[in-house]
């Protein structure tokens, strides 16, 4: 199986900075696109940024400019570098990956438990 790892949630004042990251661990033959999303109280889960394995990048409009998204394929690892942030970024923050496990087999899209954001004076 394959496991997805978030880490580095946490409170923040407004116009500050955090610095998440999600590792995945398993049976892992390669990663294409990792991605972030994001989902509030009462709000749908919304893409906030993504990466492929060549480190193109796409981001939500309402983080561009402020977040940064990065990976390590050598720790299939994913960041999120959320600079200025605002309170309402608040939110459980979520990654997925898609795992190709072996070299025969198609991708299959795993996510992480999320890491709570919480921007607030």
């Known amino acids: 199986q394959v496991q997805l790892v978030e880490s580095g949630g946490g409170l923040v004042q407004p116009g500050g900075s955090l610095r998440p990251s999600c590792a995945a661990s398993?049976?892992?033959?390669?990663?294409?696109?990792m991605a972030w999303y994001r989902q509030s109280p009462g709000k749908q889960r919304e893409l906030v940024a993504g990466?492929?394995?060549?480190?193109?990048?796409n981001y939500a409009d309402f983080v561009k400019g402020r977040f940064t998204i990065s990976r390590d394929n050598d720790k299939n690892t994913v960041y999120l570098q959320m600079n200025s942030l605002k309170p309402e970024d608040t939110a459980v923050y979520s990654c997925?990956?898609?795992?190709?496990?072996?070299?025969?087999?198609?991708?299959?899209?795993?996510w992480g438990q999320g890491t709570q954001v919480t921007v607030s004076s």
């Open positions: 990466i492929t394995s060549f480190g193109s990048t």
């Open positions: 398993g049976t892992i033959f390669r990663i294409t696109t």
């Open positions: 997925n990956a898609d795992v190709r496990r072996y070299l025969y087999t198609v991708s299959t899209t795993y």
